[in-house]
C-alpha cells in the first residue's frame, strides 16, 4: 500500500499545540505518517489562532499560498481547524475566499476529521455553536519529549472585553481529578519529565465540577505521584489565585517554581475597562505575597498596550507596574480589536503610533529588567530538565530552571531528557549560558 502523510501547522497558544497533537492522533489512527515537508503531505491541517489580527492574517496569506498545490495535486486534503474557523460566519468567508479549502472544523467538531477523512467526504464546514464538552481518550501523538501537556479546563467563563478566547473556545470545562491523574500517571510511566497543566485559567479549575476538586487540590494530589518528573502549569489568572496554590507550589518540590501571571495592564481604570475583576493593588500584593512565600519563584506576565481609552498616565502607571513586579519575562502586546467582543465597539480608540511608541518603550523597559534578573542568576546553580540541542552551536543543549529560565550549556555526551545540574557563568544578556556540574 502507499503511504499517507500528513503535515500540521499551529499557530497561537500552547493550547493549539497540544490540540495539534490530538489532530495527529486522528491522522495516525487513519495510517497518516508526520512529514515536514508540506508538498508530500496528502492531508494538511492548519490549527488556527485568532486572538490579534496579525495572527489571522498570517493564516489567511499561508491558505492562500496552497492554491497552486492543491490544483496539482486535488487529492489533497485541506484542513481548518482551531480557534479562527469557530468565529461567527468565517467558514463561510473562509470557503468563498478560498473554495479549495476541503474542511472547515470549529473547536467542537475535531473529532469528526476521523470519519470526514474515512469516508473521503465532499468538503464541508462543520462549526457548532454549543457551551462545549469534553471528549476524553482522543487519541494522542506527542512529539515533546520530555515535555507533555494535559488539559485540565477547557473554555473561559471570564469575558475580558479585549478578548476573543470566550467566545470561541466555549464555557469552562474541567476534567475530573481521576482521569488527570491517571494521564499523568501514565506519562511518568512513560517517560515523560515535564507535565505542564494547561488552562485559560487554571485557577477556576473545579468550580464547575461541585463536588469540591479545586486547583489547590489538583496539585497537591499530583505532585504525590511518584517518580522523577516536576510538573508546571498555566495560565493562572489573578483574580482567583488563592493562598491554598501559593501553599501547594510552595510546600511541593515536583511543582515548579514559575507562575505566568499575566497582568495587561499597570492602571486600575484599565484594568475595570478590561474587566479584568482585580486592581492595581490587588495584584501588586500577591506578586508581593507570592515572592515573600516562595522565595526562588519566576514571574512572568503578558502585557497588553493602547486599549480603548488608555491614557498617557495609565500606560505610565503599566511601566511603574513592571518596574516594581520585575517579572523575569514578559509578552508583550498591542490591542487588537476582535469582532463580537465588547472592546469591539467602543469608540475611545487609542491611534496606532501611540500604540506603537507605547509597545517600544514596554518591550525596552522589560528587556532592561529581564537582563538584570538574569545577572543575579550568575554562579548559581540549578536543576536543568534538558529539553532540546541548541543547533546554532556545537554540542550545545539548553533547558530551563525550575523557574522557568532557558539555559544552554555543552556537553560531549548526548544528555537530552535528563535532569542535570547546571551553574550560570554567563548571565548578562537575554540569553543564560552555563557549566553542567558533576
Ligand atoms: N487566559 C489568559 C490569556 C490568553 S490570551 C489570561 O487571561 O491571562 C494570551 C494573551 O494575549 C493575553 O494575556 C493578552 O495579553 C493577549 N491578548 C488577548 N486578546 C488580545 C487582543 N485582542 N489584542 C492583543 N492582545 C490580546
Ligand atoms: Fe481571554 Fe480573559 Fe479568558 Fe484570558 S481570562 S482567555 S484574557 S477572556
Ligand atoms: Fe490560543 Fe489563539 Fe485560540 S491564543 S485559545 S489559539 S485564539
Known sequence: MMEKYYFIMTYGCQMNIHESEKIAGILENLGYKATDCVENADVIAFNTCCIRETAEQKIMGHIGSLEKLKKNKPHVKIVLCGCMTQQEGKGEEIKSKYPYVDYILGTHNIDQLHDLLEKQSKSKILVEQTDGYITENMPVTRTSMPNAWVNIIYGCNNFCTYCIVPYVRGRERSRSMQSIKAEV??????????????????????????????????????????????????????????????????????????????????????????????????????????????????????????????????????????????????????????????????????????????????????????????????????????????????????????????????????????????????????????????
Request: proline residues 2%; positive net charge; glycine residues 6%.
Open 185 to 438: 500517571e501514565s506519562l511518568v510511566a512513560e517517560g515523560y519529565k515535564e507535565i505542564t497543566l494547561l488552562g485559560q485559567n487554571v485557577n477556576s479549575y473545579g468550580n464547575d465540577l461541585k463536588d469540591g476538586s479545586s486547583f489547590a487540590k489538583l496539585l497537591n494530589e499530583l505532585a504525590q505521584i511518584p517518580g522523577d518528573f516536576r510538573l508546571r502549569f498555566m495560565t493562572s489568572h489573578p483574580k482567583d489565585f488563592t493562598d491554598d496554590v501559593i501553599e501547594a507550589i510552595a510546600s511541593n518540590d515536583k511543582i515548579c517554581k514559575h507562575i505566568h501571571l499575566p497582568v495587561q495592564a499597570g492602571s486600575t481604570n484599565m484594568l475595570k475597562a478590561m474587566n479584568r475583576k482585580y486592581t492595581r493593588e490587588s495584584y501588586l500584593e500577591l506578586v508581593d505575597k507570592i515572592k515573600t512565600k516562595i522565595p526562588s519563584v519566576g514571574i512572568t506576565t503578558d502585557i497588553m498596550v493602547g486599549f480603548n481609552g488608555e491614557t498617557d498616565e495609565d500606560f505610565e502607571e503599566t511601566l511603574s507596574l513592571v518596574e516594581k513586579c520585575k517579572f523575569s519575562s514578559a509578552f508583550c502586546f498591542v490591542y487588537s480589536k476582535r469582532k463580537g467582543t465588547v472592546g469591539y465597539n467602543m469608540t475611545n480608540i487609542v491611534p496606532q503610533e501611540v500604540k506603537k511608541e507605547r509597545i517600544k518603550r514596554l518591550i525596552a523597559l522589560q528587556n532592561k529588567i529581564t537582563r538584570q534578573g538574569n545577572s543575579k542568576y550568575l554562579g548559581n546553580v540549578f536543576e536543568i530538565l534538558v529539553e532540546d540541542v541548541n543547533s546554532k552551536f556545537e554540542n550545545t543543549y539548553c533547558g530551563r530552571t525550575d523557574c522557568g529560565r532557558l539555559v544552554n550549556f555543552k556537553s560531549d555526551k548526548n544528555i537530552l531528557n535528563q535532569f542535570v545540574k547546571v551553574k550560570v557563568t554567563k548571565g548578562t544578556s537575554a540569553t543564560l549560558w552555563g557549566e553542567i556540574q558533576e
